[in-house]
């Protein structure tokens, strides 16, 4: 167990819809991290915040935005879904602002659209 | 831009056997390069990092990688493998905001 809660586990969900899945870091880590696991892409780095305020940004979709609130949960929020957005999501936590402190990862959210 | 490629996506070994996963990296600065599991239904799991210092880095279960900068390679190794080393490895690079990884590499440890 990572610490890293990530929920909910699985998600199905029809085109054009909006979901929010949610992140609860390790006690203490102040950065949370996203990133998209898919068959055709990979682990592609989505975005992270540290301490509530977004730090770097990756190959977000204009669709997805996130926010990190006052006691360090993030929430990645996906809107107008396509087939596409299918992906296994992570969420990662580190006590610093980077990455090159070990990250802790949740086991992710599995997002079904049909 | 920092890249890693990984240049196996499935390796089946063989129980107790030595198995190797190749990675080189792509990199105009400093390098900062990990090693990362994943078991079935799983998050990922830091094996080992290299940030600076000594290139052969040892990590858990196990396993140890060596940074080598001539020939821009981060290889993971492990003298004698087990059943439950079955996962899926991913080579990283840091730019320390963002970890960029690799395809991955499907190790499969047969009896």
């Known amino acids: 167990d990572s610490g890293v809660t990530q929920t909910p586990k699985h998600l199905i969900t029809a085109t054009g819809q909006r979901v929010t899945l949610r992140c609860s870091p390790r006690?203490?880590?102040?950065?949370v991290y996203w990133y998209q696991q898919s068959l055709d892409q990979g682990l592609q780095f989505l975005i992270q915040?540290?301490?509530?305020?977004?730090?770097a940004k990756g190959n977000i979709l204009e669709r997805f935005s996130a926010q990190q609130f006052p006691d360090l949960h993030s929430e990645l929020n996906l809107s107008s879904l396509e087939l596409g957005d299918s992906a296994l999501y992570f969420c990662?936590?580190?006590?610093?602002?980077?990455?090159?402190?070990?990250?802790?990862f949740g086991q992710g959210t599995r997002l079904t659209v049909v | 831009a920092q890249s890693v490629t990984q240049l196996d996506s499935q390796v089946p070994v063989f129980e107790e056997a030595p198995v190797e996963l190749r990675c080189n990296y792509s990199?105009?600065?400093?390098?900062?390069l990990f090693w990362y599991v994943q078991y079935p239904n799983q998050g990922l799991q830091l094996l080992l990092k290299?940030?600076?210092?000594?290139?052969l880095v040892k990590g858990i279960n196990g396993f140890e990688a060596e940074f080598n900068k001539s020939q821009t390679s981060f290889h993971l190794r492990k003298p004698s493998v087990h059943i439950s080393d079955t996962a899926e490895y991913f080579c990283?690079?840091?730019?320390?905001?963002?970890?960029?990884f690799g395809a991955g590499t499907t190790v499969t440890v047969r009896a």
């Open positions: 915040y540290y301490n509530g305020e977004e730090r």
């Open positions: 006690s203490g880590d102040l950065s």
């Open positions: 990199s105009s600065v400093s390098v900062y």
């Open positions: 990662a936590s580190s006590w610093t602002g980077d990455m090159n402190t070990e990250a802790f």
């Open positions: 290299y940030l600076s210092g000594s290139t």
């Open positions: 990283a690079v840091s730019d320390y905001y963002k970890l960029s």
